[in-house]
């Protein structure tokens, strides 16, 4: 549910291309004063398996400030420190998986130089690709990777600014 009297045209705006990016998850169902009510489409069954974190929340880990949100509605989480971990519920290997990360900020190719990902501590390498404004990130993650009681995924990066001292906050 979204109350939108606190929200000004631009926001309200914001929140729903937000909410056109997830589709195949939140069917909308109505307006009752001044609430829209959204329902949370189960995913598929035929991938039960696939992780998706969104970057608007206090990350499950070490290494991370709280999360900044901009003036029109952009979420950014920033690695604290050069080494930052994501810890989520384990996979299973019972089939290829795949690495994908969405950068909207800092994707200056010194940056994706120093970039390493692991899994489990198996290292993901990693191709870059430019698109819409953003730099897709995208690695196979290796068989090996996939053991124990989490998942742990590992950032290794050169420092870096947050988005507000880079002054990217509108």
């Known amino acids: ?16 291309d937000r909410i056109s990016q997830f589709t195949d998850q939140l069917k909308y169902i ?7 009510v959204y329902q949370m489409i189960a995913p598929p069954p035929s991938d039960p398996l696939t992780l998706r974190f969104e970057f608007d929340e ?6 991370w400030y709280s999360p900044e949100r901009t003036n029109d509605g952009l979420t950014f989480d920033w690695m604290q420190t050069p ?16 690495f994908r990360a969405k950068l909207f900020a800092y994707a200056d190719q010194s940056l994706l130089n120093g970039l390493h990902v692991f899994v489990n501590g198996h290292e993901v390498y990693l191709s870059a690709q430019q698109t819409d404004g953003a730099t897709i990130l995208q690695g196979n993650i290796p068989q090996a990777a996939f053991s124990g009681d989490s998942l742990e995924l590992k950032f290794d990066t050169p420092p870096f600014a947050s988005p507000v001292q880079r002054g990217r906050r509108k």
């Open 1 to 16: 549910m979204i109350y939108t009297p606190f929200l000004n045209g631009d926001q309200v705006n914001a929140v729903h």
């Open 30 to 36: 109505n307006s009752f004063n001044n609430v829209e």
């Open 58 to 63: 206090f990350a499950p880990g070490d290494g």
């Open 83 to 98: 080494e930052a971990t994501l810890v989520l519920p384990p996979l299973t290997a019972d089939k290829a998986r795949i």
